[in-house]
């Protein structure tokens, strides 16, 4: 069985797998609530005369303790990961750099929903001390805003920011599907290729950034002492300044965010000449010539996709090739027969030592030797992997460096054609003008000959 699991092919279904039950999970976490959550501050009460509101809403569920044990799973397999690749090349990876965010987040929502679930019980425990039933109980202020309705909770509540990163967590979780898309004949040479165009994307968003903060910040300094004397807040504050331009991108802000209502007509005038140029500028210009940018670079992507695509699905084939990560989530955080050796072999050379020192020490001696070979080896072998990366990537920059020098694009080709019909034209023109003089000699020589 463990011969079977370690071929690459099962060890892909069976990793694929566990992350596709890892989704729904996230999936069905949600699923009391796809009709809205019906949960009332009174009804816990109903339920137990003495029970917080905070009681029934923050406590693990057993689907969240599932997603739990998957989430440390994973924690682990990238641990192990880290240590078998080295902290470079493990970083050079973007897809780990993503798995790497999504964890965190997911371990910083665990834990700032384990704060709040540690603050609503010790304020239950209060209760239970003193009362018996808090229907009509004027509890201490402390204690009383664990039954107060979501509405009335404090921005900084734990478990508004658990669920704030859990939602960030669920959606870099699904996007790592795209890891898998490769091996799909269909999907891969798409994903390839919008994977490039985000390059393009980025350069964008240097001169996007750049003209969004300009316009930000002069409309903040042109109506931040207007805050409560105009039509509406936008521009008022820098937080205002910011969402009134993004979504007038889209075409969702209203033009009367410039108008003020103490009739200041130079200051409304220079409103609505920065508003219209921010409009043309990011709407008009910088927003098409993004299509554009994206459109060509697609093309040209498109043209070479299937060759990315084989290369992509290879290099994925590949890390199911390697040694390792052999039981997917989570049941790699099960100990594999070979670590329960390695822990017993660790445990007996320990009792060795302690109650044989002599014997250990000659005995730890031959290990160390061993362990110093099997070391030099693995050292050996590392490198080896090290330097036939380096080949590769060398290989492969050598042979695109090649290709653009060696490729003919379309305006060379025009060239090359618009310079054989002008010769083909000079060599016309210099053949009939030779025919011109021939006929002009030889009817002079005809005129001699006669004469």
């Known amino acids: 069985m463990g011969k079977i699991m370690r071929g690459p092919f099962p060890k892909f279904v069976a990793h694929g797998s566990s992350f596709t039950i890892f989704l729904g999970l ?35 569920t057993w689907m969240e303790m599932l997603i739990i044990f998957w989430v440390i799973g994973m924690i682990w397999a990238e641990c192990k990961e880290i240590w078998c690749q080295g902290p470079r090349e493990y970083l050079l990876e973007p897809w780990n750099m993503l798995d790497f965010g999504m964890l965190a987040i997911f371990i910083a929502s665990f834990v700032a929903k384990l704060m709040a679930y540690w603050h609503a019980s ?46 960030i967590a669920v959606v870099l979780s699904f996007s790592r599907i795209a890891y898998i898309l490769p091996a799909n004949e269909s999907f891969g040479p798409l994903q390839i290729s919008l994977g490039r165009t ?9 001169i996007f950034i750049l003209v969004f903060l300009a316009f930000m910040i002069g409309m903040f300094n042109l109506y931040s002492f207007y805050l409560g004397a105009k039509q509406n807040d936008a521009f008022t504050t820098i937080e205002e300044s910011f969402k009134t331009l993004f979504w007038a991108i889209f075409g969702l802000s209203e033009v009367k965010s410039v108008v003020v209502n103490n009739g200041h007509k ?30 060509s670079s697609f093309q040209e992507i498109e043209d070479d996709s299937d060759v990315e695509w084989k290369f992509a699905r290879a290099k994925l084939w590949f890390s199911y090739f390697e040694e390792g990560r052999t039981l997917p989530v989570p ?28 014997k250990a020490i000659m005995k730890n ?8 070979v099997n070391k030099s080896n693995k ?58 003089r021939m006929a002009e000699l030889i009817s002079k020589l005809e005129k001699r000959v006669c004469a």
């Open 379 to 436: 050292m050996t072998s590392h490198r080896y992997q090290k330097i036939m990366k380096r080949l590769i990537k060398r290989y492969i920059i050598k042979a695109q460096m090649d290709k653009e020098f060696d490729e003919v694009n379309e305006g060379e080709l025009k060239e090359i054609k618009q310079d054989i019909s002008s010769l083909r034209y000079e060599l016309l023109e210099e053949k009939s003008h030779n025919m011109e």
């Open 122 to 167: 010790t304020a239950q425990i209060y209760v239970d001390k003193h009362y018996t039933d808090i229907t009509n109980v004027t509890l201490p202020q402390e204690v009383e805003y664990f039954r107060l309705a979501r509405l009335f909770w404090l921005p900084s509540d734990p478990q508004l920011v658990s669920e704030g990163l859990y939602a």
């Open 198 to 206: 985000v390059k393009d994307i980025f350069k964008f968003m240097v």
């Open 26 to 60: 996230l999936v069905f976490n949600a699923a009391d609530r796809f009709d809205g959550s019906k949960l009332l501050p009174n009804m816990t009460v109903q339920d137990h005369p003495a029970q917080l509101f905070r009681m029934k809403t923050t406590p693990f």
């Open 266 to 295: 130079f200051i409304e005038n220079t409103g609505y000449v920065l508003y219209g140029v921010y409009n043309v500028t990011m709407v008009i210009v910088l927003l098409n010539m993004l299509i554009a940018m994206i459109n």
């Open 331 to 358: 049941f790699n955080l099960v100990p594999s027969p070979k670590s329960v050796l390695g822990l017993g072999l660790g445990l007996k050379s320990l009792l060795l030592k302690l109650f044989h020192k002599h």
């Open 365 to 372: 001696e031959a290990e160390l030797s061993e362990l110093g």
